[in-house]
């Protein structure tokens, strides 16, 4: 069984740039999270996406998007990047929206913004 | 609003002694509780996690959590800690009875000296 998996490993930006980052979610799973990982602190949820819908969000700004995809991947998008966006990105899938649902983690994208 | 309170943001424990790791939650309902266990530069691992059923809850590695209600609480333990346990751990829970919005902590950096 594959696990939950991400791309690239890390990303460097400068001020302004936009990026895209990629999340496999694990075979069955039909939801998957987004965190965001400062360094030195716990990660803060972003939004949730189950079965291609937005299904909840965390106190993000608008330049924050994604997708979910037919196959239950999914993409996270940020515009006008700013230095304070500079975290580790986290991935997680889940069998389900459910609150008691495990949510499985990928290793995170690094992301750097010069 | 939900929140997650770790007490310890560093705990320094010899090989062999007992591990506490100390966790309250603030909660308006009785949430779900997860432990997850952050290796450097790997991704979160679960360790445990309270879903309404027994108040103790057993985890992979031997290790421990109990679910008080009085006392808001979910305190995780080790009897006899390894090196391998030397990691960043985090006390998540889920604020609301539906949806995965995960709240974690600030985490608990656990030192094991040999």
């Known amino acids: 069984e594959t696990g939950v998996t991400q791309s690239p490993t890390h990303l460097i930006k400068t001020r302004g740039q936009q990026v895209t980052l990629r999340c496999s979610s694990q075979?069955?799973?039909?939801?998957v999270s987004w965190y965001q990982q400062a360094l030195g602190q716990g990660p803060q949820f972003i939004f949730q996406y189950y079965r291609e819908e937005e299904n909840g969000r965390g106190n993000f700004p608008p330049r924050f998007s994604g997708l979910q995809f037919p196959n239950y991947s999914s993409e996270l998008n940020v515009n006008a990047l700013e230095l304070d966006d500079s975290a580790l990105y986290l991935c997680a899938s889940s069998p389900g929206a459910q609150e008691s649902h495990t949510q499985y983690f990928g290793p995170g994208t690094r992301l750097t913004v010069l | 609003a939900q929140s997650v309170t770790q007490l310890d943001s560093h705990v320094s424990v010899s090989e062999g002694t007992p591990v506490l790791l100390r966790c309250n939650y603030s909660s308006s309902y009785s949430p779900s509780l997860f432990w997850y266990v952050q290796h450097p530069n790997k991704g979160l691992q679960l360790l445990l996690k309270?879903?309404?059923?027994?108040?103790l809850v057993k985890g992979i590695n031997g290790f421990e959590a109990e679910f008080k209600k009085s006392e808001t609480s979910f305190h995780l333990t080790k009897p006899s800690a390894h090196m391998s346990d030397a990691a960043e751990y985090f006390c998540v829970v889920t604020p609301f009875p539906y949806g995965q919005n995960f709240v974690f902590g600030p985490g608990t950096r656990l030192s094991v000296l040999p």
């Open positions: 309270y879903t309404s059923a027994a108040t």
């Open positions: 075979s069955g799973h039909n939801t």
